[in-house]
């Protein structure tokens, strides 16, 4: 399952996502701010959003009823301090399909994002895009080009997704690896270009793997 994790308190932060990944073995993106948490759900496909309520540059609230209204179908979990019914109707209202009050505890939070995982957010149909004759499959991580299928590991596809989804701009390394892996992660720009490198020698299976291009100096760009 991939997460994204939204919550702007340090403690509580790492201590979550350092569980969600031990014990349910999810890969998870923690973000601090509502404005960040905005711009990873648009940009990288998430199975399940986890919105902390109280953030600095946007409430979960906030990021969850935008997101809503730009047609966002992904499953959204609510975390707050705020136990009122009011609250919750509030929270719900804006779009999100399940909350947790905190304290709690971490075995509660994974059997909620079990059970979010197993309603049916995505459509009926696969989810998929196509670039230069490639299918991309945002479900099963895949890409796939006359009827040949080859799995990308989670870091190739977010990449990979994060280019196509805007292809024809040059994305820096600093925004990739900010995107893709986060600014605290201990990862230089040498882990995107050997990315990159792992993920042409996929999509040279598929006979494309000039789709990723180089930009010298600056970072990767997909084109149509």
């Not at 959003?49 to 959204?76: F, H, Q, S």
């Not at 929270?91 to 009050?101: E, F, Q, T």
């Not at 939070?109 to 079990?114: C, W």
């Not at 989670?154 to 390394?173: A, C, I, M, S, Y």
Request: hydrophobic share 40%; with cysteine; charged share 30%.
């Amino acid at each position: 399952m991939n997460i994204l994790l939204a919550e702007d308190d340090l403690q509580l932060g790492e201590l979550v996502s350092f569980m969600l990944k031990k014990k349910g073995g999810h890969g998870v993106e923690w973000v601090k701010t509502g404005e960040d948490a905005y711009d990873y759900a648009s940009s990288v496909h998430y199975d399940v959003l986890v919105l902390d309520w109280m953030m600095p540059n946007g409430t979960g609230v906030e990021v969850c009823r935008d997101l809503r209204k730009e047609g966002y179908g992904g499953a959204i979990l609510m975390l707050t301090a705020k136990d009122a019914v009011e609250d919750r109707v509030m929270g719900l209202d804006a779009g999100a399909d399940d909350y947790l009050v905190k304290p709690f505890e971490i075995d509660e939070l994974l059997a909620r994002l079990r059970a979010l995982t197993r309603r049916n957010y995505a459509p009926i149909v696969e989810e998929t895009v196509s670039i230069q004759g490639v299918e991309l499959n945002r479900n099963s991580q895949t890409i796939q080009k006359n009827g040949q299928s080859i799995q990308l590991s989670p870091r190739e596809f977010q990449l990979l997704d994060l280019l196509v989804q805007n292809k024809g701009q040059v994305l820096t390394r600093d925004v990739m690896l900010d995107r893709i892996w986060g600014y605290e992660a201990d990862v230089t720009a040498k882990t995107i270009d050997a990315t990159v490198k792992l993920l042409r020698k996929k999509l040279d299976l598929v006979d494309r793997p000039d789709i990723v291009q180089s930009v010298r100096g600056v970072g990767y760009k997909v084109e149509e």
